[in-house]
């Protein structure tokens, strides 16, 4: 099945560092979301985009949606870590109700 | 307030088997959607039921089916097992449908040998 690209596949920083990652598309989304997936663990939810260009902040969280509406980031400023985890992109289209997942960014965060 | 259940937590079949799994969404949502996730990679759309009927479904054979319950508890069930059936089933709930803030189980893993 379709997957969205991100990259980068995974990421080694110091705590402290500022973090970001981006997930592109070949179709359009019409709400962009960021999921957080810890070892052993579903995903949870971290931001929520409804509008193309919006830029929403969650505490230390960053997250665009793309002016043509085919990607988005997420920034983590000040990386603890907590941060540590699998970090998912997925898009949802206006009328169907199942998400596009990426391929996923992995995040290591070193002392 | 309990979040997403899912049973089991891990099991192992054998290739042609069959198996159930089961998912009970958090309080207060109606509609129940399933993934797969295999190793390494992000989760994939199976299908959705919301009102107890299958309403959307992603690119799997009808080797998968499920059931939503009036309590809007769900099974997924998967018969004739693969080899490549084998990832962790994310079962996942929201208030409504069309919407893609999910709440998701912790997932049942899966190992067909």
């Known amino acids: 099945g379709q997957q969205l690209n991100q990259s980068p596949q995974s990421m080694f920083i110091q705590e402290g560092e500022d973090v970001s990652m981006n997930c592109t598309s070949s179709?359009?989304?019409?709400?962009w979301l960021w999921y957080k997936q810890d070892p052993g663990e579903g995903p949870v939810l971290l931001i929520a985009l409804y509008k193309a260009g919006e830029l929403t902040s969650n505490g230390r969280l960053t997250a665009q949606f793309g002016i043509t509406r085919k990607d988005s980031f997420l920034n983590i400023s000040a990386s603890i870590p907590s941060d540590v985890g699998i970090y998912f992109c997925?898009?949802?289209?206006?009328?169907?109700?199942?998400?596009?997942f990426g391929t996923g960014t992995r995040l290591q965060v070193t002392l | 307030d309990a979040g997403v259940t899912q049973s089991p937590t891990h099991l192992i079949k054998t290739r042609g088997q069959q198996v159930t799994l089961r998912c009970s969404p958090k309080s207060g949502h109606d509609t129940v959607s399933w993934y797969q996730q295999a190793l390494g990679q992000g989760p994939q759309f199976i299908f959705q039921y919301y009102e107890e009927e299958e309403r959307q479904r992603g690119n799997f054979p009808d080797r998968f089916s499920g059931h939503q319950f009036p309590n809007y508890s769900s099974e997924l069930n998967v018969n004739a097992l693969l080899l490549g059936d084998s990832a962790l089933y994310l079962c996942a709930s929201s208030p409504t449908e069309n919407t893609g803030e999910l709440f998701f189980g912790e997932g049942s893993r899966l190992t067909v040998l």
């Open positions: 179709s359009i989304f019409n709400t």
């Open positions: 997925a898009g949802l289209t206006g009328t169907a109700s199942k998400l596009t």
